[in-house]
């Protein structure tokens, strides 16, 4: 994302995010936010290769009670849709 802004801006292109209180992102500030959004991003990217090679680990060793939502969420079941599939 940072690549694309600079390349913008060498062609005088000014970019304003509108969902960040319309931020020039070429500002400090904007740069900082762009950083932050980035690295977010990236730590979000980590976390689901990490949970998807879990997964298959788990699959191939056939433990399906360990494949689930993540510890410390809900099912995003609503209750009583389990019940109802399994008739």
Known sequence: MRASVEKLASE????????SGGADLMSAAGKM?????????EFERDLLI???QAGRTSARKGSAEEIGPPSGTQSRVPS???SRARR
Do not use: K
């Open 33 to 41: 936010t762009t950083a932050v959004i980035s690295a977010v991003a």
């Open 50 to 52: 990490e949970r998807t």
């Open 12 to 19: 005088m292109v000014r970019i304003h995010c509108p969902a």
């Open 80 to 82: 009583g849709t389990q």
